[in-house]
């Protein structure tokens, strides 16, 4: 237990001290949320949509969240160019337990990053459910955050060096995060989009957002539950396998 | 200690280890010596758990790292060639993180943190970020860190490479007190010749994979008829200067260097 948690205090430190990267970290998806936000807004309230912020901010949320969490897991990389990950991996403990801490630390920090931008988009307008909906929502935001954490994990065991990770973020993140139904609603688009938006775990995790945030309790909630629930735990154990199959 | 025997390692068609054997006893100070890319980082790993060899037979402290790592893990201590701290972490955080890691109980981890900070000459950095230290600095720091939870065996990969003579015979004497009182295992290597006539009593001498010498320093000088360990050296590897693959990692290190200057 000790070892998981000092990996874990290791990424939260490096999180609060690395000041320039928390403000860089959200100042993207506030950038989309007022490019969006404002832009769109007239347009989706005239085609009937209703408030577009309220649709919008459960989305950027777990945008914020995605991209810190895939990131924490891609930090192995750096952590494997500079050295570290071998102190970490001749020390007598298992490689499970490093992952676990490792990915634990990643998701928290993406968690405190997207209750950083509930709290931001206050300011532009978003109406806040009871405080047990938000709390249902942390959930929700802790699912994503440790499902891509591990995603993360995944990668970065895959990849050599970052010379790869272009590749990642324009043929895997950006598609995973379009066709979540963060900026616009998947109702009436052509099916190949619902279909494939199905396999998006993304998805699940936006409507979960969306369901516990903004539009109230439903039986389809605990559906995306289980599924985001059971991703996350198929992604711990390829991770961990991959992790423990690293060779420096 | 350590017992070498027909280690074998193979990425892809490259051997970079060939067929080696030797061995260092308890308490030893034992020099690994070669040119750049003559395999002395890979058997390093292959003894430090962290590659598998392709075949070949290796116990540390009894035990095989192939099967029993983490007995084996907990046996040594290791300052690795190329830094292994986190920038982001101060000094005291570092030896933490490697206390906790290796297991060692909050009191003693604390008291030797301390002694062994006190003792590298920076206890009164302890709370500031590795990122701001200098090479020497992180290196004293690297060798305090690999000693807190007092191994029987110490791997010290080029370890006093880019430090002033006044900290390598500093850190030198502090080893070799603890291989004299605690019958510590050295094991290490080092480009630098006479540090390795001085301090090792054992040394090896490996070139393309291959073991082209063992003895104690002056077996070997005896045996090439020289009067320096260099010489002989020279003498057993030739004087043509080796070319050393750059692979990915150490082409973002470049990156990175760049990056930051």
Known sequence: MKVIYILWLRQIKRYYRAKSRIIGSIAQPLLFLLAFGFGFGPIFQKGGGGNYIQFLVPGIIAMGILFTAVFSGIEIIWDKQFGFLKETLVAPVSRLKIMIGRTLGGGTVAVIQGVIILAVSLFVGFHLPGPHMIILSLIF???????????????????????????????????????????????????????????????????????????????????????????????????????????? | MIKVENLTKKFGDFIAVDNVSFSVNKGEIFAFLGPNGAGKTTTIKMLTTLLRPTSGVIYVSGKDPAKDQNEVRRSFGIVFQDPSLDDELTAYENMEFHGVLYGVPKEIRKARIEQLLKFVELWDRKDKLVKNFSGGMKRRLEVARGLIHHPKILFLDEPTLGLDPQTRSHIWSYIRKLSNEEKMTVFFTTHYMEEAEKIAQKVAVIDNGKIAAKGTPSELKEQTKTASLEDSFLALTGKKIREEGANPIDEMRIRRKMFRH
């Not at chain 1, 955050?145 to 994990?153: E, N």
């Not at chain 1, 619902?194 to 409507?207: H, K, N, R, W």
């Open chain 1, 141 to 248: 935001m802790a699912l994503i955050a440790f499902l891509f954490a591990a995603l993360g994990t995944v990668i970065a065991s895959l990849l050599e060096d970052m010379q790869g990770f272009q590749l990642i973020m324009n043929f895997l993140l950006m598609p995973l995060f379009f066709l979540s139904g963060a900026l616009f609603p998947l109702q009436g688009l052509p099916r190949v989009f619902t279909i494939i938006a199905s396999m998006d775990p993304l998805f699940y995790g936006i409507e979960g957002l969306r369901g516990t945030l903004v539009s109230g309790l439903h039986l389809g909630l605990f559906h995306d539950f289980l599924i985001l629930s059971a991703i996350t735990a198929i992604l711990f154990v390829i991770g961990s396998y991959l992790f423990s199959k690293i060779e420096i």
